[in-house]
Each structure stands twice: as C-alpha cells, then as structure tokens.
C-alpha cells in the first residue's frame, strides 16, 4: 500500500530546508551573555578595577534569608519618603523644634524653660516657665530644703506666655511687639504691646524711642462667705535710648505711670557691654514712695 500527501515527496526537502533557516534565524536573535572586556586600564589612571583577591562582602550574608521586599516600592511612596526628610531637615535647619532649657536654683528646684517659633512671617513664638520643685527622698533632703525656704518645701509653678514681633506703620514706627503671659497657680495674667521706633543720627549713634501699654490681671481665690474678685492694673511707659555704636554702651531715660501709681515715675539708666553677651548695667529711678531706687547688675544676657 502507497501512501502520498498533497505536499508530494519532491516538495519535503524545501520545507525542511525552511525549518532548518528557521531555527538559525532564532538563534542569531538570542542575545549572547555579557562579558566584560579586559582591564586595559593605564598605569597612572584612577579607576578601579576587580580583582581576584578583594573580601568578599556578600561572604557571611545568607542570600536566600534577605528581605527583597523592602525594594518593593513604587515611584509614589519613594517620592513620600524623600519629601518628609526634607520638611524635617528644613524643620531642624530652621529651629522651629521645642528647646528646652534646665537651670538648677539655690532653694533646690530646678527652672524649667521649654519655647517653640510657630511663625516666622511675624515672629511668633509660644513657651512656658516652669519652678520645678524635686520631692525629698530622706529626712536629711527634707530637712535642707525647709532650711533653705524658711522651714517651707518649694512648691511646683509656671507660666505660659506668647510672643510675636510684627512690621509697623511706615514712618509712624517700625516693629510691633505683643506679649501675653497667664500664671495659673498665681492667678495672675498680662497683656503687652509695645510700639517702637528707631531715628539713625549719625554712623556712630542711633536713637530708639519706644511706647508701650500693658494690663495686669490679679484674681484672688473665693473662700467661705467671700467671694473672689478680680482687679485690674493698666500701665503705660515711654523711653528714649541712644546708642554708641563703637563703644556698645547704651543710655536710657523713661518714665512709667500705672493706675495704681497715679504719677509719673521717672528712671535713667546706662549699659554697657564688655564682650559677646556679657554686659553691665546701673539706674536710678522714683518710687510710688517718694524714695529712689538704684541699681547695678551684671550678668549675661542674650535675647532671641
């Protein structure tokens, strides 16, 4: 019996000839493994080459145990990433962290310090002053601290307060600063602004005049049979500095009047700077008695 296919036996050797050029062509398009070309580099040149005898870092990493899926991340959640580091680098360049600062006192309490910028358009700045007491851990800690308060252990306070410094009206003055502070434990508030202008004479002296309004709040603590009440005290004061600007000393001249007062109390002044922030100061001033006050310190001051 004799089979045939439409192909015909004369036709097979062309087809398998087809195949056959098929499969060269597949393989020409397999890209062959990459080899590095050798090292040729000069021996006065800086790059670096392989070698067989460098450590072999991967030597005491378990391959199969590494988490690859810390590299599953996509473009959005990398952007993420590097976008919060640079706002908290910026945060951290520009300060505007809480700083908290701790001085120990005499009487065994510590000062407690702690202030934060909120704004930096106008200046704002919010923070607290805090008289930390420590408790006594024995009779002989117990016994110094009421020897060092009148026989009374130092008892815990604070305040919070807020600043901001703010451009002024033209040629009407130039800064504009507001201060408010509540005291809690005293009962105590304050509200203060200050108006302040400053008139160049010359290279060496400038002139800075400065008007500024405060109220103080006093409540006092309702007991049986009376109730408590609250009393206010408005204060207004004017001063005029002239600086030298060569020598760092300051001359001060001003004068305070206050509800309470009812008169003008006049007060003189002078600083003068030794170096960097250390400074010393004196005035003379009136008091609501009719006697004068003086005074003369030194210390260092820093303002921010």
């Known amino acids: 019996m004799e089979f045939s296919t439409d192909f015909g036996w004369t036709r097979l050797p062309l087809?398998?000839?087809f195949i056959f050029g098929s499969v060269l062509t597949a393989q020409a398009q397999i890209i062959p493994p990459f080899s590095p070309p050798a090292a040729t580099a000069a021996p006065d040149d800086d790059t670096e080459?392989?070698?067989?005898?460098?450590?072999?870092?991967?030597?005491?990493?378990?391959?199969?145990?590494?988490d690859w899926s810390q590299l599953a991340i996509d473009a959005g959640t990398l952007n993420d990433i590097i976008a919060a580091k640079k706002r908290?680098?910026?945060a951290a360049n520009s300060g505007s962290g809480m700083n908290w600062s701790t001085n120990a006192n005499a009487n065994g309490?510590?000062?407690?310090?702690?202030?934060?910028?909120?704004?930096?358009f106008w200046d704002a700045r919010v923070g607290a002053d805090m008289t930390v007491a420590k408790e006594p851990t024995t009779m002989s800690e117990l016994l110094a601290q009421k020897a060092a308060n009148g026989g009374n252990l130092p008892q815990s306070s604070g305040s919070a307060w807020a600043a901001a410094t703010a451009p002024g009206a033209g040629p009407v003055w130039d800064k504009t600063a507001v201060e408010a502070r509540v005291d809690p434990g005293a009962e105590q508030s304050k509200l203060g602004a200050s108006l302040t202008k400053s008139v160049?004479?010359?290279?060496?002296?400038?002139?800075?005049?400065?008007n500024g309004y405060s109220v103080n709040q006093q409540g006092t603590t309702a007991l049986p049979g009376v109730g408590g009440h609250i009393t206010r005290n408005y204060e207004t004061d004017q001063s005029a500095k002239v600086t030298i600007t060569d020598t760092g000393t300051s001359i001060t001249a001003g004068q305070t009047m206050s509800t309470t007062d009812d008169k003008w109390?006049?007060?003189?002044?002078?600083?003068?700077?030794?170096?960097?922030n250390v400074t010393v100061s004196g005035s003379v001033?009136?008091?609501?008695?009719?006697?004068?006050?003086?005074?003369?310190?030194?210390?260092?001051?820093?303002?921010?």
């Open 200 to 210: 160049p004479l010359s290279n060496d002296y400038s002139l800075t005049l400065q």
């Open 15 to 17: 087809a398998a000839a």
């Open 88 to 90: 908290a680098q910026a």
């Open 265 to 276: 109390l006049r007060k003189v002044g002078a600083e003068q700077k030794l170096f960097d």
């Open 49 to 66: 080459t392989a070698d067989v005898n460098d450590p072999d870092v991967l030597k005491d990493i378990d391959v199969e145990k590494l």
């Open 285 to 304: 001033g009136e008091t609501s008695q009719g006697a004068i006050n003086k005074s003369l310190t030194a210390g260092f001051k820093k303002s921010w």
């Open 109 to 120: 309490s510590s000062a407690v310090t702690v202030k934060q910028s909120v704004s930096s």
